[in-house]
């Protein structure tokens, strides 16, 4: 279960922080790797074919030391897409699956990925004023699952996340957004530091919800076009998109538990904006 935890401070408000309690974490990816068999393609030449196919590719899993004409094929067709890729021993791939993998694995996605450029530009062509939600390195399913759910009732235009890093959006990530994730638009890039420089360059400002701050979310002008960063449950949000954010924001807390869980916490701040919206 990913919390939160209060630190005092001058305010008689307290401040949140990240925290992740990893046996709970550990014994949903266990559930998660039987449930996501589904999606798996294996095999190097299968591989290939649904990369072509323009099958959403989640991430590839391809065992090290492998050097062969397929192989080489592989690289080819994967070189200029953002598709995550772990290089990993035999055992590795062997404990997932105990099929002829021939050293490749695949797991499709369960959704349609976007263009951040694309979709903001549809956002403004619409007249709306946008509202995005970006994650820093949120890693687990249901937790995204339940954020992508929140979004969507508060109407955030769109998702961003990492390439690397992120949860994998697969059936159980589905189910906990109570379906949710068919309808939300989800921005998969490679590098989310450019992708924050472009939204913030489009006019957008950058709100990061962080514990180590002094000003509280609803002090953050949230009718104006605004991508909020939502930071890991260990670490946070990575300094480099502090440095570029207009504005660091934390929720109070006046609870004796001064706990929240991070789908929660980004609930708090969306309907925030939900809010001075009406």
Known sequence: MVAFIAQA????FKTIQFIISMDHHRGRNNRNSEENLENLIFGTRAVIEAISAGKEIDKIIIQKGLSNQLYS????AIKDLDIPIQIV????????????????????????????????????????????LILDRIT???????IARSADCAGVDFIVIPSRGAAQINADAVKTSAGALNRMKVCRVDNLKNSIEYLKESGLQIIACHEKTTSYHFNADLTKPSAIIM????N??????????????????????????????????LFEAVKQRL
Not at 9 to 12: G, M, R
Not at 92 to 99: A, L, V
Not at 237 to 256: A, C, F, H, T, W
Request: net charge neutral; glycine share 8%; aromatic share 6%.
């Open 231 to 234: 930071g890991s449950e260990e």
């Open 9 to 12: 401070c001058q305010s008689p």
């Open 140 to 146: 687990d399913v249901r937790n995204f699952g339940a």
């Open 73 to 76: 094929e592989l690289r080819k």
């Open 89 to 132: 021993p035999p055992e590795k791939i062997n404990r997932i699956t105990s099929k002829n993998h021939q050293g490749v694995l695949a797991f499709v996605s369960q959704i349609t990925y976007y263009g951040v450029e694309d979709l903001l530009a549809d956002v403004f062509e619409k007249g709306k004023t946008p509202l995005v």
């Open 236 to 269: 946070g949000i990575s300094n480099e998109y502090l440095k570029r954010s207009d504005m660091q924001v934390k929720i109070p807390m006046v609870g004796i538990i001064a706990s929240l869980n991070v789908s929660v916490a980004t609930g708090i701040i």
